[in-house]
Antibody, heavy 116, light 111 residues
Framework: VQLVQSGPEVKKPGESLKISCMGS????????MGWVRQMPGKGLEWMGV????????RYRPSFQGQVTISVDKSINTAFLQWSSLKASDTAIYYC??????????WGQGTLVTVSS | QSALTQPRSVSGSLGQSLTFSCTGT?????????VSWYQQHPGKVPKVLIF???QRPSGVPDRFSGSKSGNTASLTISGLQAEDEADYYC???????????FGGGTKLTVL
């Protein structure tokens, strides 16, 4: 099983961004894929989870409306997207293959830096 | 939806046994057998130590064990080693939101 995330990003406030996570070695379509945020020097936070099979997405309330989680089943890839970044979005974002909140596998993380 | 409660820091001596606590509610830790523990060294990706309360992935030493009683889950490290110095996070399924919930993390210092 591998989860390979896209590379680090440096963006300005107000810009949009879409980061990715490609899965291999497992049935992507029937696996729950989640995103976890880790702000500098802080702990882990679940952001949301998507079930590629039926495209159902569940967001932690504090992230609802702030980000969009999606997938492209044809390329076994999950996405995390922002339409207008803020400095407070600066963090490492991990994708995860999860089951009922238990992470089975982690991606390597994508560092997103938002600075003017 | 508050994070699960973990002590911010603990310390222990080489060879000692330590237990970390993770307290939630009946809507998360107490309501489901989906509690997991992760170890994270500085600058590294978290590593799965325990899933489903007490199951160890292959490759995780049996020095690490997990349990749960009521709304509190526990991670025990036996025979503390220097390389165990890291941050430890618990996570539980939270049925009301159908999404996971992390604890704030515990920093382990090995003396």
């Amino acid at each position: 099983v591998q989860l390979v995330q896209s590379g680090p990003e440096v963006k300005k406030p107000g810009e949009s961004l879409k980061i990715s996570c490609m899965g291999s070695g497992f049935d992507f379509g029937t696996s729950y894929m989640g995103w976890v945020r880790q702000m500098p020097g802080k702990g882990l936070e679940w952001m949301g989870v998507i079930f590629p099979y039926d495209l159902t997405v569940r967001y932690r309330p504090s992230f609802q409306g702030q980000v969009t989680i999606s997938v492209d089943k044809s390329i076994n890839t999950a996405f995390l997207q922002w339409s207008s970044l803020k400095a407070s979005d600066t963090a490492i974002y991990y994708c995860a293959k999860e089951s009922y909140g238990d992470v089975e596998y982690w991606g390597q993380g994508t560092l997103v830096t938002v600075s003017s | 939806q508050s994070a699960l409660t973990q002590p911010r820091s603990v310390s222990g001596s080489l060879g000692q046994s330590l237990t970390f606590s993770c307290t939630g509610t009946s809507s998360d830790v107490g309501g489901y057998n989906f509690v997991s523990w992760y170890q994270q060294h500085p600058g590294k990706v978290p590593k799965v130590l325990i899933f489903a309360v007490s199951q160890r992935p292959s490759g995780v030493p049996d020095r690490f064990s997990g349990s749960k009683s009521g709304n509190t889950a526990s991670l025990t490290i036996s025979g503390l080693q220097a390389e165990d110095e890291a941050d430890y996070y618990c996570s539980s399924y939270a049925g009301h939101s159908a999404i996971g919930l992390f604890g704030g993390g515990t920093k382990l210092t090995v003396l």
